[in-house]
């Protein structure tokens, strides 16, 4: 029992980051379904604080969060994935709560502490990134 505590075994360790890459990634999936779901009534409403549009924003943020973040949970082209949702969460965090509370920007901050960490880290043995780097080396 000490010994499975304690224990730095890779199989521990790939196993906890295929559990926190996934469940970090549904969790993101479900802000974006939501935003599919009402794309046309959020469609006007939608902030836009790059002022690209608002429409243009919206579309982004969708992509980032269900798109991106199913290639995250899948472990495919991680890392490229990654990119658009460590800068959606900045924009985020950082200008559209910009002058408000951190309990405002605690859940955007989080997610960017994870999608950070799975950067630095990678996807793991258990991805699809994984896998094929697995054959490339044989």
């Known amino acids: 029992m000490k010994q499975m505590i304690f224990s730095t075994r890779p199989f521990f360790t ?3 980051l295929l559990i926190f890459r996934v469940g970090v990634s549904l969790m993101m999936m479900t802000h974006g379904w939501g935003k599919i779901l009402n794309f046309s009534e959020r469609l006007g409403s939608f902030p836009d604080p ?12 969708i992509f980032a ?9 899948l472990g495919f082209a991680t890392r490229l994935a990654l990119i658009p949702l460590i800068i959606n969460m900045l924009v985020i965090a950082f200008v559209v709560h910009a002058g408000e509370g951190f309990s405002d ?3 955007p901050l989080l997610f960017l502490l994870s999608w ?3 950067f630095l880290r990678g996807a793991g043995i ?3 990134d994984g896998q094929m780097m697995k054959k490339k080396r044989y």
């Open 126 to 128: 258990y991805s699809m």
């Open 65 to 73: 969060e269900f798109f991106c973040a199913i290639l995250v949970a």
């Open 116 to 118: 950070i960490f799975l």
């Open 50 to 61: 790059l002022g690209i549009g608002s429409a243009f924003s919206l579309q982004l943020v």
């Open 14 to 16: 790939d196993v906890g």
């Open 105 to 107: 920007k605690e859940l």
